[in-house]
């Protein structure tokens, strides 16, 4: 499978992490596939051959182009057919000012384009496919984006702030952060939950999940258990239950089942993570 990521505009920067691209003639995944909680809304472009989404043990057919919501927990898929995307990862917060859409009603789930774009759905995926380079696509990504987005959101600019500040402390509280920003929990988690969809506390356990993930993979510790201290779990227990909530496995068969996406992906995600997880 090919795999490529590529910056958007500089003005774009604050709203989308990057767009990327990834093609296989092959089915390029195992049967079932995890799509980790990371902070990101996905407008994924879909080129190639449907996949499935795996709910109570049933297949629901993913169709054509669609938003991948935020999530607060991981969602199963099945994608063993040709794969031809080119996505647009967004910022934590930053499909708000694109969409309109209050950011927590697309959690968990995924979204039609016309859901969610209207009218203007097909004239974008119309352009995207016929671009013949991916530096074309990107140029089409960046044009519809930059004549959509609404500059200066003060929701958006107060979640950046917001979160900068949280991300950068250690053992943060929700109550300093509120004390940090002169705001009451209920104003600081409808605000989240509007930009972000996911509350401030979903937010902590999000970062401290990813974290671990990245300890896991970079085999510099010698036991889960030095992990979980590593990453601020109260204990092992702790550890495996808030990692159970947000995977729906344990570590231990997290990293057994070597999971392709988690493999191609993470490397890359890893590096941003790093950053604006401050792990």
Same mark, same amino acid.
């Given at each position: 499978?090919?795999?490529?990521?590529?910056?958007? #505009?500089?003005?774009?920067?604050?709203?989308?992490?990057?767009?990327?691209?990834?093609?296989?003639?092959?089915?390029?995944?195992?049967?079932?596939?995890?799509?980790?909680?990371?902070?990101?809304?996905?407008?994924?472009?879909?080129?190639?051959?449907?996949?499935?989404?795996?709910?109570?043990?049933?297949?629901?057919?993913?169709?054509?182009?669609?938003?991948?919501?935020?999530?607060? #927990?991981?969602?199963?898929?099945?994608?063993?057919? #040709?794969?031809?995307?080119?996505?647009?990862?967004?910022?934590?917060?930053?499909?708000?000012?694109?969409?309109?859409?209050?950011?927590?009603?697309?959690?968990?789930?995924?979204w039609s384009l016309p859901d969610i774009l209207g009218k203007d759905?097909?004239?974008?995926?119309?352009?995207?496919?016929?671009?013949?380079?991916?530096?074309?696509?990107?140029?089409?990504?960046?044009?519809?984006?930059?004549?959509?987005?609404?500059?200066?959101?003060?929701? #958006?600019?107060?979640?950046?702030?917001?979160?900068?500040?949280?991300?950068?402390?250690?053992?943060?509280?929700?109550?300093?952060?509120?004390?940090?920003?002169?705001?009451?929990?209920?104003?600081?988690?409808?605000? @989240?939950?509007?930009?972000?969809?996911?509350?401030?506390?979903?937010?902590?356990?999000?970062?401290? @999940?990813?974290?671990?993930?990245?300890?896991?993979?970079?085999?510099?510790?010698?036991?889960?258990?030095?992990?979980?201290?590593?990453?601020? =779990?109260?204990?092992?227990?702790?550890?495996?239950?808030? =990692?159970?909530?947000?995977?729906?496995?344990?570590?231990?068969?997290?990293?057994?089942?070597?999971?392709?996406?988690?493999?191609?992906?993470?490397?890359?995600?890893?590096?941003?993570?790093?950053?604006?997880y401050n792990l």
């Amino acid at each position: 499978m090919i795999y490529r990521e590529f910056a958007p #505009h500089p003005q774009l920067a604050p709203y989308v992490e990057c767009y990327w691209k990834a093609d296989a003639d092959r089915p390029p995944f195992r049967e079932e596939e995890s799509l980790i909680p990371d902070g990101t809304i996905e407008l994924m472009f879909n080129f190639g051959d449907n996949y499935a989404r795996i709910k109570d043990g049933a297949r629901q057919p993913v169709k054509g182009s669609h938003v991948i919501g935020i999530r607060q #927990h991981a969602l199963r898929i099945s994608q063993t057919h #040709h794969q031809h995307v080119f996505s647009v990862r967004f910022r934590l917060g930053g499909a708000y000012p694109l969409f309109h859409i209050p950011t927590y009603l697309l959690a968990n789930d995924f979204w039609s384009l016309p859901d969610i774009l209207g009218k203007d759905y097909t004239y974008l995926e119309e352009r995207l496919y016929e671009a013949a380079t991916d530096e074309q696509r990107v140029a089409v990504a960046d044009r519809f984006l930059l004549d959509r987005l609404q500059f200066g959101d003060q929701t #958006h600019r107060f979640l950046q702030q917001c979160t900068t500040w949280m991300l950068q402390q250690e053992n943060v509280t929700i109550a300093d952060t509120c004390n940090a920003f002169g705001v009451s929990y209920k104003v600081l988690e409808r605000r @989240f939950s509007q930009a972000a969809g996911l509350t401030p506390i979903e937010l902590l356990k999000i970062r401290r @999940f990813n974290k671990a993930i990245l300890a896991m993979y970079s085999c510099r510790y010698a036991s889960l258990t030095a992990i979980a201290y590593s990453c601020g =779990f109260y204990d092992q227990s702790h550890f495996i239950r808030e =990692f159970k909530q947000l995977s729906g496995t344990t570590p231990r068969h997290f990293l057994q089942e070597q999971y392709t996406i988690v493999q191609v992906i993470q490397p890359a995600l890893a590096t941003r993570l790093a950053k604006s997880y401050n792990l």
